[in-house]
């Protein structure tokens, strides 16, 4: 807490908290962690259990919903979610006007931002019904606009949704069939892709939810606070870490290269850091990065790659560091990005594509936070304040005289 009445034309005491490392945002129901245990719990439910027995349909459900479904309310979701995979013809040409080489993640930012401007219906944020129905076509269509940005990227045409699929198959089906070419997905792959889609569903006031929150409490429309999140977590030490630590492991390349970069991740003077380390909050093993571990070699297995070298690396990476005194006492633990680049390289899917996945999976996460925020009554406009530490007041000197 720091007393502001001794610096210039400010008054009072408030808290100076740069990174909000101790400061809550707001009050939830919808995730716990335990950062010092490793423990990441949805409505009270581990994800380990979610990601075992579970599917991302019914994660969904029990982020927006607070409960788990009953079959029928699993149906009736599924139905809903079916039925809103579309996304606007006109949309088609939205995409064009990007440059073939654009970022995927640029793509979406600017498509789920322009969703407001197709579906008016359900802008309206003081209306329920329309909440909910922003909600379903958000958690629908972002796997069918993510294919888009993929298949725009790959020069192929958009293929489009095939709502006799689950979730994950539609998805993995719009992104790798082609005309012309009988495609099927591997029931274990859609498996694995399912609860990529789990692990990465919500994860409390993460810097794209906080995003998200900030965004919606000026009353902008959802599609508009998702577009922001979608903006939020394309950096390098959010979402994008996935990526970066398929870079990494790639730059590094063989197991006895690894010495070199766990130095050089030390070096104070190097700017380098270890991609998949480390957490603001887990200071402990990362839960979700068990699983992924896990999903990693099952995909390996099922695709029939064995001793895959960037495996070898990751997983001889994690041997030194996780036995190395700088790294055991910062308690830095691998994260979920560092199993998932690995695994999303052998779904198919190109480095530029990872933060995507990432976006369509927590789309849920960040849609059922806005919700939470919007129906809370003691909820105002988020306005965090500052430490002025500039000049005091001074008169205006004339170009000629400075
Ligand atoms: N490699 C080497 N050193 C590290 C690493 C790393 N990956 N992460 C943190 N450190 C060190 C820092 O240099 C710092 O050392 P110091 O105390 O001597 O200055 C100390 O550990 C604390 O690091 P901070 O940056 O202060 O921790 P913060 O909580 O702000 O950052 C973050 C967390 C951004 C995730 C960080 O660990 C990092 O950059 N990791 C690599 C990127 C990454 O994997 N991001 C994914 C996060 S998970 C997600 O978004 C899904």
């Not at 945002?25 to 719990?41: H, P, Q, R, W």
């Not at 380098?272 to 990362?286: A, E, I, T």
């Not at 997983?315 to 999303?344: Q, R």
């Amino acid at each position: 807490v720091v007393d502001i009445s001794k610096l210039y034309g400010q008054s009072g005491r408030f808290t100076y908290d740069p990174g909000f490392t101790s400061t809550a945002s707001c009050e939830s129901k919808i995730t716990f962690i335990d950062g010092e245990a490793g423990v990441l719990l949805h409505r009270g439910y581990p994800i380990d259990q979610l990601a075992e027995k579970g599917d991302f349909i019914e994660t969904c459900y029990l982020l927006l919903e607070g409960e788990l479904p009953t079959e029928s309310q699993y149906q009736e979701f599924e139905r809903a979610i079916t039925y809103h995979t579309m996304v606007h013809e006109q949309l088609n040409y939205l995409y064009r006007g990007f440059r073939r080489d654009a970022h995927p993640m640029a793509i979406m930012t600017g498509v789920v931002g322009a969703l407001s401007a197709f579906y008016h219906d359900s802008t309206d944020i003081n209306d329920p019904e329309q909440r909910m129905i922003a909600s379903r076509r958000l958690i629908a269509k972002m796997p069918t606009i993510a294919a888009m940005a993929y298949k725009y990227s790959m020069g192929q045409p958009f293929v489009y949704p095939r709502n006799e699929l689950s979730y994950a198959e539609n998805f993995l089906h719009m992104c790798f069939a082609v005309p012309a070419e009988d495609y099927k997905v591997d029931p274990v792959l859609a498996r694995a892709m399912d609860r990529i889609f789990i692990l990465h569903a919500d994860h409390e006031q993460n810097a794209s939810t906080s995003t998200v929150r900030l965004a919606g409490s000026s009353g902008a429309n959802p599609f508009a606070c998702i577009a922001a999140g979608i903006a939020c977590l394309w950096g390098p030490s959010h979402g994008g870490a996935n990526e970066a630590a398929l870079n990494m492991l790639m730059e590094i390349g063989s197991v006895d290269r690894i010495p070199e970069y766990v130095q050089k991740a030390k070096d104070k003077n190097d700017p380098f850091r270890l991609m998949g380390f480390g957490h603001r909050v887990y200071k402990n093993y990362d839960p979700r990065a068990k699983v992924m571990q896990q999903t990693c070699h099952e995909v390996l297995n099922t695709l029939g790659i064995k001793d895959d070298p960037l495996l070898n690396v990751a997983m001889e990476l994690e041997k030194i560091a996780l036995e190395d005194e700088y790294f055991v006492e910062k308690k830095l633990y691998p994260n979920i990005d560092f199993y998932s680049g690995i695994t999303l390289r052998a779904l198919g899917f190109p480095t530029t594509m990872f933060t995507v996945l990432f976006a369509l999976a927590r789309t849920v996460g960040w849609i059922a936070q806005w919700k939470e925020m919007i129906e809370d009554p003691s909820q105002r406009i988020g306005r965090p304040r500052q430490l002025y530490t500039g000049y005091p007041e001074r008169p205006y000197v004339g170009r000629g005289e400075r």
